[in-house]
């Protein structure tokens, strides 16, 4: 397997739903998660030590501003960390993939979205850090 010169790591999960109340209880006490990051319309649930985060992002989150697009209830979206969000992307057209979203800055985050050679998008997320949901930042 080749390896990648940008590795990029699975920082989080959101998981688009209409119901806020009814979806935050349900991974609440289905799932016996906790909220880690109680962010506004982007709630960030922590599903147990050393495991992934899980956000809900409401779908039609005005804060998602030209983003909604990709927020479609029914349709988990998986968020990548980097520390290379540029290179990260061309390394994903030079494979076939293409740009769904340029680059733009979301509070310290920098977020892009790409769409993989199959149809699936995928964010990016940039802050320096591994995990940017691990301050309770949000894209």
């Not at 119901?19 to 909220?35: P, Q």
């Not at 990548?80 to 994903?92: K, P």
Request: contains cysteine; hydrophobic residues 35%; aromatic residues 10%.
């Amino acid at each position: 397997m080749a390896s990648s010169a940008h590795p990029l790591n699975l920082v989080d999960v959101t998981v688009p739903r209409e119901a806020h109340d009814d979806a935050r209880r349900f991974y609440l006490e289905a799932f016996g998660w906790s909220v880690e990051a109680d962010i506004p319309g982007y709630p960030i649930m922590g599903t147990g030590p050393g495991g992934a985060q899980v956000g809900l992002m409401w779908e039609g989150n005005p804060q998602s501003g030209d983003l909604s697009k990709f927020w479609q209830t029914g349709k988990a979206v998986p968020f990548l960390g980097t520390q290379d969000i540029e290179a990260t992307l061309a390394e994903v057209e030079r494979h076939g993939g293409t740009v769904a979203a340029p680059p733009r800055q979301t509070g310290p985050v920098e977020v892009a979205v790409f769409q993989d050679p199959w149809g699936n998008h995928w964010f990016l997320c940039e802050t320096g850090n591994e995990n940017s949901h691990e301050s309770g930042v949000s894209a």
